[in-house]
Nanobody
Framework: QVQLVESGGGLVQAGGSLRLSCTAS????????MGWFRQAPGKEREFVAA????????NYADSVKGRFTFSRDNAKNTVYLQMSSLKPEDTAVYYC????????????????WGQGTQVTVSS
């Protein structure tokens, strides 16, 4: 069992930055691949960022490439999502998730989810 807790969301003006954190409980954190997803009102949950299956590169949704950066600190059981140049269309609830399917971008393949953290970008 893995429990995930996100933090760092909030209200920010367009062009601003936020850093989301997701801390996992359990001793098997390093056995899981982690990913970030988001869900805007009235829309389906969508992939944002996750490392590929080897962990050598990070895959990003086209809409966030060049603006968001995924990172991971196994010593702290934590993953981060640094978000810069935020746009109103980035407004959503952001979720971190854990999977044993390394490299997956698919929502159903993730086994554990955090409660989400709201990010609101004003224009």
């Amino acid at each position: 069992q893995v429990q995930l807790v996100e933090s760092g969301g909030g209200l920010v003006q367009a062009g601003g930055s936020l850093r989301l954190s997701c801390t996992a409980s359990g001793r098997t954190f390093s056995s899981y691949a982690m990913g970030w997803f988001r869900q805007a009102p009235g829309k389906e949950r969508e992939f944002v960022a996750a490392p590929n299956w080897t962990g050598s590169i990070t895959n990003y949704a086209d809409s966030v490439k060049g603006r968001f950066t995924f990172s991971r600190d196994n010593a702290k059981n934590t993953v981060y999502l640094q978000m810069s140049s935020l746009k109103p269309e980035d407004t959503a609830v952001y979720y971190c998730a854990a999977t044993r399917s390394f490299g997956s971008r698919s929502v159903p393949s993730y086994d554990y989810w955090g409660q989400g953290t709201q990010v609101t970008v004003s224009s």
